[in-house]
């Protein structure tokens, strides 16, 4: 779900409800989430920069000057938006482009060889990041059930507003320096076990 905002003429419908923040960002935040969250609820508008009032109904404009949005469904759902961009890259490494044992890159076309390779317990990793994303959005998570259910929709909703931000909660999104070195710490020295991977099997391997 979004919104559209709109900064000239205001949107007036029928009253559902106030909510209060403490300035521009918290109750623009909060309005968003709270008309999201409510199937009611078809938008929403601020004139002090610390209330809104949220709507029901049709919406028409005004003349008044005020802030507001009209409720938006995305057939596509909310997007993480930048959540995965941690720097880094991603190589694609067929089998066929495989250099041989010892043989320079470019040897025959070859474009790529191993030269470490270290595998440790994802899980051991997951939870890493895990909690540390848990304790950075810890106002977030206190507000849902315990034990927290990591699959619900409060869990996640609080892991999406660690990683992107959320003005209601007064998160700004976790550094990535923050989350890089957790994850990290898991493949160093008395972090995560290591595994050694099964076979690769299927056409994909090769001979």
Same mark, same amino acid.
């Given at each position: 779900?979004?919104?559209?905002?709109? &900064?000239?003429?205001?949107?007036?419908? @029928?009253?559902?409800?106030?909510?209060?923040?403490?300035?521009?960002? /918290?109750?623009?935040?909060?309005?968003? +989430?709270?008309?999201?969250? +409510?199937?009611?609820?078809?938008?929403?508008?601020?004139?002090?920069?610390?209330?809104?009032?949220? =709507?029901?109904?049709?919406?028409?404009?005004?003349?008044?000057?005020?802030?507001?949005?009209?409720?938006?469904?995305?057939? $596509?759902?909310?997007?993480?938006?930048?959540?995965?961009?941690?720097?880094?890259?991603?190589?694609?490494?067929?089998?066929?482009?495989?250099?041989?044992?010892?043989?320079?890159?470019?040897?025959?076309?070859?474009? $790529? @060889?191993?030269?470490?390779?270290? =595998?440790?317990?994802?899980?051991?990793?997951?939870?890493?990041?895990?909690?540390?994303?848990?304790? &950075?959005?810890?106002?977030? !998570? #206190?507000?849902?059930?315990?034990?927290? *259910? @990591?699959?619900?929709?409060?869990?996640?909703?609080?892991?999406? *507003?660690?990683?992107?931000?959320?003005?209601? &909660?007064?998160? /700004?999104?976790?550094?990535?320096?923050?989350?890089?070195?957790?994850?990290?710490?898991? !493949? #160093?020295?008395?972090?995560?076990?290591?595994?050694?991977?099964?076979?690769? @099997?299927?056409?994909?391997?090769?001979?």
């Amino acid at each position: 779900d979004r919104e559209t905002h709109s &900064y000239g003429g205001c949107l007036v419908g @029928r009253p559902l409800r106030t909510v209060r923040a403490w300035d521009f960002a /918290s109750v623009s935040a909060m309005a968003c +989430d709270a008309c999201t969250a +409510d199937s009611r609820c078809s938008g929403w508008r601020t004139v002090d920069n610390v209330t809104a009032t949220l =709507y029901t109904g049709r919406l028409r404009q005004s003349d008044e000057r005020c802030i507001g949005g009209e409720k938006w469904v995305s057939p $596509w759902g909310s997007s993480w938006g930048s959540a995965g961009d941690l720097g880094g890259f991603w190589f694609s490494t067929p089998q066929q482009g495989m250099c041989a044992d010892g043989a320079p890159l470019g040897t025959g076309g070859c474009t $790529w @060889r191993v030269v470490e390779a270290t =595998y440790r317990n994802a899980s051991c990793v997951d939870k890493r990041v895990d909690a540390a994303i848990e304790d &950075y959005g810890s106002r977030c !998570f #206190e507000t849902c059930a315990k034990p927290l *259910n @990591r699959t619900g929709d409060c869990y996640l909703a609080c892991y999406k *507003n660690a990683l992107l931000g959320d003005a209601s &909660y007064n998160l /700004s999104a976790v550094p990535h320096a923050q989350l890089i070195s957790h994850w990290e710490a898991g !493949f #160093e020295e008395g972090g995560c076990p290591a595994v050694t991977p099964a076979p690769c @099997r299927g056409e994909q391997c090769g001979p």
